[in-house]
């Protein structure tokens, strides 16, 4: 993979209102929901998983996990 071209503020937007705990059924559901939010973000989330988060912090390690999973370095990370 090369560099995500997916930003901080993507992620934010898709994490904006969510409630927890929170399932990874249920963080997809609303992310189709809002509709808008970039592809790349919503194939990562699709790839983290599945499992109840208890808050944004393990959701965005999840997200990390899958990006270093794929080879992507930590300073290239978006969050």
């Known amino acids: 993979m090369r560099k995500p071209h997916a930003t901080k503020q993507d ?45 944004e912090n393990e959701i965005r390690e999840a997200v990390r996990n899958v990006y270093r999973s794929r080879g992507i370095q930590d300073e290239d990370l978006p969050l």
């Open 11 to 55: 992620y934010e937007l898709a994490f904006k209102g969510f409630h927890y705990p929170m399932s990874r059924a249920a963080i997809l559901n609303m992310g189709r929901d809002k509709g808008g939010i970039d592809r790349e973000v919503a194939s990562i989330l699709g790839l983290i998983p599945n499992s109840s988060y208890k808050n």
